[in-house]
């Protein structure tokens, strides 16, 4: 009997033992999780202030990261859009650290650290169904670019088959990559053509509970 009243209390011991470790664990990777979203939501508030002062320099309009809806039940977020007297340009920014290497037909790209490759999505694709969302939503024709860029966590950049009408960039050559590509267009747009743009995309910004909420159950599938 005595055995089995040992044997209880170190079972019911190690259960407990047990127990805390996952808690601890659990608290943890919580605030290893919060940490990364605090990280990027940093580098996309700095990289967007950075558009945002573009913007003003060259006298376009920027409009910030919205989560967008239309036809009832699409729902999606973009990071920021530039509407300039040349191009639509889609925004999308990343915070992720080491070497970034893909190919931009591919599904996943690679993340490297070190010897050690980690996949991650590929944001060509995830901002393609943007600019598709964009544009059904819209109905607006004109010249779209899609800018992805990354924060300078990102220590290089690497992508084969890029479509020309996509650049992937580091948050260093935000300036630069923004100055070529209004030198390298024409001129198509007048302000009037630009802020009747401007008011076609806010028209669809999502500001009901039920808009956001289902894009908030898309975005923890791994969806955007």
Do not use: C
Not at 81 to 107: W, Y
Not at 154 to 163: D, R, S
Not at 185 to 190: G, K, Q, S, T
């Amino acid at each position: 009997m005595a055995e089995y009243i040992l044997g209880m209390t170190f079972g019911g011991l190690a259960l407990l033992i047990g127990a805390i470790f996952l808690i601890i664990y659990e608290v943890k990777n919580r605030s290893f999780r919060k940490m990364i979203q605090r990280i990027g939501q940093r580098a996309e508030d700095q990289i967007n202030g950075d558009i945002k002062l573009w913007a003003k320099q060259t006298k376009n309009s920027f409009i910030p990261s919205n989560v967008y809806s239309y036809d009832n039940n699409k729902v999606f977020e973009v990071d920021s859009i530039l509407v300039t007297d040349r191009a639509l340009i889609v925004i999308e920014i990343k915070s992720i650290n080491g070497g970034i290497k893909g190919d931009a037909n591919r599904t996943n790209w690679s993340k490297i650290l070190g010897n050690q490759h980690f996949e991650i999505g590929n944001p060509i694709i995830q901002n393609e169904r943007h600019i598709e969302h964009i544009i059904k939503m819209t109905r607006i024709k004109v010249p779209t670019i899609s800018l992805i860029v990354y924060s300078d966590r990102a220590e290089y950049i690497e992508v084969e088959n890029k479509p020309s009408h996509v650049m992937v960039i580091r948050h260093a050559r935000l300036f630069e990559t923004l100055d070529t590509i209004n030198e390298a267009l024409p001129v198509r747009l007048d302000t009037d053509k630009k802020q009747t743009i401007v008011n076609a995309i806010k028209a669809y910004r999502a500001n009901d509970r039920k808009s956001l909420n289902l894009h908030k159950n898309i975005t923890q599938k791994g969806h955007k």
